[in-house]
C-alpha cells in the first residue's frame, strides 16, 4: 500500500486548520456576539421614544448608532484594545496580572488611586455581565406583546427562566455553548440583514443616515437633550467588553472575522 503523498498529507492539515478556524468564528459568533447582537434593536427603541419619530430624528439616531458602533466596537476594541493582551487573554482581570507588584499593593496615594481606578473597572464588568442578559432577553419576550397584548405579564417570569436555563448549562464550557449558539446567531443575523434589506428596498434613502453628518447636526440641534438620547444609543455597544474578555477562547482573529463577517453587515 502506497504512502500518502507530501501534498495529500498537507491538504488534510490545511482541511483540518480551515475546519477549526471555521469552528472557532462559528463559536465567536454565538458566544461574544450574542448580546450585542441584539442591542442596538431595543436601543433603538428606546431612542426613538426620546427623540420622536420625525424623519430627521430617525436619520440622526441612526446616524448616531451606526458610528457608535463603528468608532466603540471597529476601532476601538478592534483595533486598539484587543492589541492588550496577557499571553492571548484579554479582560481587565488578565491585564490586572501585569501591572506591577507595587500597584497591586498599593503603599503610596498615586498607586491607590490607580488600584481604585481598577476595581472600579472590574466591578462595572460585573455589572455588566449581570444587567446584559438581563435586558436583551427582557427586550425578545416583550415582543410577545405584539402578538397578543395577554402575553405582556409573561415576559417577566419567562426571562427568568430562559435566563436560569442559559447560566445551568454554561457549566458545560464555553466550547459546547458556541457549538449551539453559534448556528442560532447565524440564522438570526442572517434573519435581521434580510429584513433589513427588505425594508431598505422600500425606503432606500435612509442609507444617507450612514453620512456623519446627520449625527453631528442632530447633536448641535437638541442641546441638552442630546444627554438623554445619547444615554439611550449607548445602549447599543453593550456587550462589546465581550470581544476583548473572551479573546483567549475563541483568539482575536476568530472574532475579528465574526464581527467583519456575520455581525456588523446584518447591522
Known amino acids: 500500500m502506497s ?3 507530501g501534498n495529500t498529507a498537507q491538504n488534510g492539515r490545511d482541511k483540518k486548520q480551515f475546519a477549526g478556524s ?3 468564528i462559528m463559536g465567536a459568533t454565538g458566544v461574544v456576539f450574542g448580546d450585542i447582537g441584539t442591542s442596538p434593536i431595543y436601543a433603538l427603541k428606546e431612542t426613538l421614544h426620546t427623540s420622536g419619530g420625525r424623519v430627521d ?3 440622526g439616531v441612526v446616524s448616531l448608532f451606526f458610528w457608535t458602533l463603528t468608532l466603540v466596537v471597529s476601532v476601538k476594541y478592534l483595533g486598539f484594545v484587543m492589541r492588550a493582551d496577557n499571553k492571548g487573554e484579554g479582560g481587565i482581570l488578565a491585564l ?3 501591572m506591577p507588584r507595587k500597584i497591586r499593593g498599593p503603599k503610596t496615594a498615586k498607586h491607590q488611586a490607580i488600584l481604585v481606578l481598577i476595581l472600579v473597572g472590574t466591578a462595572l464588568l460585573f455589572g455588566d455581565g449581570v444587567l446584559t442578559p438581563a435586558i436583551s432577553v427582557l427586550s425578545a419576550t416583550e415582543g410577545l406583546a405584539l402578538l397578543n397584548n395577554d402575553l405582556a405579564q409573561v415576559a417577566v417570569p419567562l426571562t427568568v427562566i ?3 436555563i442559559l447560566f445551568l448549562v454554561q457549566s458545560r464550557g464555553t466550547h459546547t455553548i458556541g457549538n449551539v449558539f453559534g448556528p442560532v446567531m447565524l440564522w438570526w443575523f442572517g434573519l435581521i440583514a434580510g429584513l433589513g434589506f427588505y425594508r431598505f428596498l422600500a425606503e432606500p434613502s435612509v442609507i444617507k443616515a450612514l453620512s456623519p453628518i446627520y449625527a453631528i447636526e442632530y447633536i448641535g440641534h437638541n442641546g441638552l437633550k442630546t444627554f438623554a438620547i445619547l444615554a439611550s444609543v449607548i445602549l447599543c455597544v453593550t456587550g462589546a467588553e465581550a470581544l476583548y474578555a473572551d479573546m483567549g477562547h475563541f483568539g482575536k482573529v476568530p472574532i475579528q472575522l465574526a ?3 456575520f455581525v456588523l453587515a446584518p447591522h
Open 3 to 5: 504512502k500518502p503523498n
Open 22 to 24: 471555521l469552528s472557532l
Open 57 to 59: 430624528d430617525i436619520y
Open 96 to 98: 490586572l496580572s501585569l
Open 162 to 164: 430562559i435566563l436560569a
Open 259 to 261: 464581527w467583519n463577517v
